[in-house]
Nanobody
């Protein structure tokens, strides 16, 4: 059984930074793609950033140049460094682990960007 626990969310002023972490328990982390999604009130969940098991990354256009996804396979943890935050980045951020063995979600962490 895979469990994902996000942390690092909170309230930050526009232009500020936050670093989200997602710790995975169970197996298969190193062979899984890891993704960060977000969902703002009244909007659909959207893919923000992804990192393949080999380390290649991809980003939504809205966060390119501001967000960085990384992973530490020794710690079974994926990170999302978020810089130059904007009010429109306000959302619940979810960690997702995906492989041929299944897709798993964390409980989400709230990020609020406001002055």
């Amino acid at each position: 059984q895979v469990q994902l626990v996000e942390s690092g969310g909170g309230l930050v002023q526009p232009g500020g930074s936050l670093r989200l972490s997602c710790a995975a328990s169970g197996y298969f982390f190193s062979i899984s793609a890891m993704n960060w999604y977000r969902q703002a009130p009244g909007k659909q969940r959207e893919l923000v950033a992804a990192i393949a098991r080999g380390g290649s990354t991809s980003y939504a256009d809205s966060v390119k140049g501001r967000f960085t996804i990384s992973r530490d396979n020794a710690k079974n943890t994926v990170y999302l460094q978020m810089n130059s935050l904007k009010p429109e980045d306000t959302a619940v951020y979810y960690c997702n682990q995906a492989s041929g063995l299944g897709s798993y979600w964390g409980q989400g962490t709230q990020v609020t960007v406001s002055s």
